[in-house]
């Protein structure tokens, strides 16, 4: 997930630009490789709706690793689903995210998407690993993943020659 130096992840208006800032090649390989060695894409509903009007028409290399990747929409408004690889879940999202990970023993579930489907899945207290990208940027106000204290690990932190840098923490239960 994207996040501004001050600490958010979304700004008041909704408006994603800001992420841009600190972009480089090196960075998009870093999330094109994070992207690509998801056995499964966890994503909610409004994150859907939006990319599978988007990702299928679109060739750029992000393009095959969000087409070909098994995605799940946690949502109880969408029954269905017509993007490729893509099935619903309208139920509980810790019982779905349990049985998933159970269903996945041999490699990791990416969770994409907006904040507040990323903040459910932080109030599961399943998550494993966060992957945050830092980019150059203070918003001054906006949304929060994090909303309560905890402890969490750092693993890595890999900093991109546009300014950015990914930090990778692993999360205690």
């Not at 799940?72 to 019982?95: I, M, Q, R, Y």
């Not at 991109?160 to 930090?167: K, L, R, T, Y």
Request: aromatic share 10%; hydrophobic share 40%; charged share 20%.
């Amino acid at each position: 997930m994207s996040a501004s130096l001050d600490g958010y992840v979304a700004p008041t208006d909704g408006n994603s630009d800001w992420s841009a800032a600190g972009r480089s090649d090196d960075g998009r390989a870093w999330t094109l490789a994070t992207v690509s060695n998801a056995v499964a894409h966890l994503v909610g509903g409004a994150t859907y709706t939006a990319w599978a009007s988007y990702w299928p028409k679109d060739a750029i290399p992000f393009a095959k690793p969000m087409n070909e990747i098994p995605k799940v929409v946690f949502s109880k408004s969408l029954t269905t689903a017509n993007w490729s690889d893509t099935t619903t879940e309208p139920g509980d999202l810790t019982e779905a995210v349990t049985r998933l990970k159970q269903e996945c023993p041999d490699g990791y579930l990416l969770a994409q998407g907006g904040v507040r489907f990323a903040r459910s899945l932080v109030e599961t207290g399943l998550i494993d690993e966060y992957r945050l990208v830092v980019h150059p940027v203070v918003l001054g106000a906006g949304e929060r993943l994090f909303t309560t204290p905890f402890t969490i690990e750092p693993i890595s932190t890999t900093a991109f020659s546009g300014g950015a840098v990914a930090h990778v923490f692993k999360a205690h239960a």
